[in-house]
């Protein structure tokens, strides 16, 4: 079996990926948060400090890196490395939108750290204006998800760590101005939501961490708690773990869900995101960090979505999936 559909063949660490066509040049690309599993650094530091890394294909089978996107911190982002997070990218009236999770420095620990969402426009996928940050009441926001719902308006949605890990909805009528609506899904704490439109329904994936939550709603402000997918392990040696952080692309009477794994962890929470504890017991000596390598290195699947009696059904053992040309 074929699988998985990408690495990072700089860094390995592949995650949070996004993908879109890039209409100018005919091709599929795929954003990624390019964690860096090999850094030595302290605590978490290997899942901060990440750039935005793009990987490029014809049809969303083969994918090649391009690099790593340059100009993602603001004006006020003072010098040296910071943090960027999970992508999300649209295309509106011929231009992209990038909103993206940004901490300031390579922090070591995972809490208290103030995170936000920085919103940015191009015209060709690559060079980037900063728009400004949303502002959406929270000093604690990453994830974005983005949307066009029923009513016409654009709808923001993403994780708020000072309410709980819950997902949070804000509204606009341009893309820049944004108004939280409120919680739109609640516990248990959650991350990484992705909406999009499938068969008759407008649907959420939100990420447990033990696989991805389905929430379904027909005008994409109220919404109905499903199952989980993506929670049992694939076929697949490198698909064993549960699916993380994904990203849905519609192709007519289906989906190809982009989602990235933890090939080497055997747990459901990366508890500290570097297993170093487990790593450590497990190896032992010279092979300590080895082992933590191979506990956080990622690797990015497909999974066909489908929508069968108004319930969305996922299946993660297929072949990479081919992307139809827009």
Known sequence: MSAPVYRDPVTDGAADPVVIRNVE??????????????????????????????????????????????????????????????????????GYHLWLSWIAGVPAEWGGHPRRIEHFTSDDLWNWRHEGRVDVGSDFVIDAAVARTPDGRWRLWGKDEAAGSSTFAAVSDDLVTWTREGIAIGGPPHEGPNVFELGGWQWMLTDEWRGQRVHRSRDGVEWERRGLVLDRPGAHPDDRQVGRHADAVVQGDHAVLFYFTHPGWDGFELADAGADAAADGAAGGAADGAARVAARRTAVHVARLTVVDDELLCDRDVEPLPLAAE
């Open 25 to 94: 040049r005919g091709e599929w690309w795929m954003l990624t948060t390019q964690r860096r599993p090999d850094d030595e650094g302290p605590g978490v530091a290997w899942v901060h400090g990440s750039a935005i890394a793009v990987a490029v294909s014809p049809d969303g089978v083969q994918w090649e890196y391009r690099g790593t996107l340059p100009g993602l911190d603001p004006a006020d982002a003072g010098p040296g490395q910071h943090t960027h997070w999970a992508p999300e990218v649209i295309r509106h009236d011929d």
